[in-house]
């Protein structure tokens, strides 16, 4: 089987080491948001269990804190009417079942978690992020460090466990279609288009304006700059002096917000 691939992501980690040191916040130049209700998004965690050999509970759970915060401050820096939550976490047993990719990865863990699985593709603010060891990861890590594929599991996140804080947030917004910067998009996608890579019922999904930005000596989340800024791309934001978006091709604030707003209404209506 050819697999069509829309957004199988690339962070080199060690970008997001230095992010937050070089990040200037006297520089970033943020809008008035307007007043609007968020709706609240579920990310339940599932660690490998070797994790433990190197990570006590009480750091992953302030992994979790700190990684949703960072979200968080992302969401709220970028105007988009949504929030992250923590749903917990679970362990996953990698040692008899060791994913390769994130089909399998996928596979093994309904064997072990189906019902959370289950939840997610039941409920559209509810994501799970799997979590692989070091010894158990298949990325890369000088290369990629977390992946996506949205086109085919819209709530599902697989992640090294040594990739940075920056990553989450990075991935989350890939779920909701948010692209890389338009350079680093054309050198991943060697000449295709997005549309020929996505099923036909996911191509309303692509936005011309759903790419990330460069600002000053650093780029948005979605970016592959050195130096990420904690926003989404948007044209009304500015760092450094220059502006971080462009209404025709990098705001993923717009994008995020249309998604937030759309999720917002699923659950709504799912509510009684
Ligand atoms: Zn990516």
Known sequence: MKLKVVSICLIVGTAFVSA????????????????????????????DYSILNDFSIEA????????????????ANS?????????????????????????SSHYELNLQHSSLLER?????NFYVVLVLSEDSSYFDFEYKIAETWVDLFPNFVVSDVRAGPLALEHELGHLAWAQHDLETLSSQV??????SMT?????LQIKRYAHA??????GTIMSYEKNIVPIY????????????????????????????????????????
């Not at 997610?120 to 559209?124: I, L, N, R, T, V």
């Not at 930005?213 to 650093?218: M, R, V």
């Not at 994008?255 to 709504?268: F, G, I, N, P």
């Open 199 to 203: 099923a036909e019922d996911n191509q």
């Open 120 to 124: 997610a593709y039941q409920e559209p």
């Open 233 to 272: 791309s948007s044209p009304n934001i500015t760092y450094q002096g220059r502006v971080c978006g462009d209404a025709e091709s990098a705001d993923n604030a717009r994008l995020l917000t249309e998604y937030a707003r759309a999720l917002r209404a699923k659950v709504d209506a799912r509510s009684w």
């Open 190 to 195: 060697q000449g295709r288009t997005l549309e």
């Open 79 to 103: 105007c988009v009417p949504m929030i992250r939550k923590s749903a917990g976490y679970e362990f996953f047993d990698a040692h008899n079942a060791k994913p390769e990719d994130m089909l």
């Open 213 to 218: 930005a460069l600002c000053g000596d650093s």
């Open 20 to 47: 937050l040191l070089y990040f200037d916040s006297q520089k970033l130049v943020l809008s008035q948001c307007a007043d609007e209700e968020k709706v609240e998004t579920w990310v339940q965690f599932v660690f």
């Open 60 to 75: 992953l759970e302030e992994r979790i804190d700190e990684d949703l915060a960072l979200s968080n401050l992302i969401l």
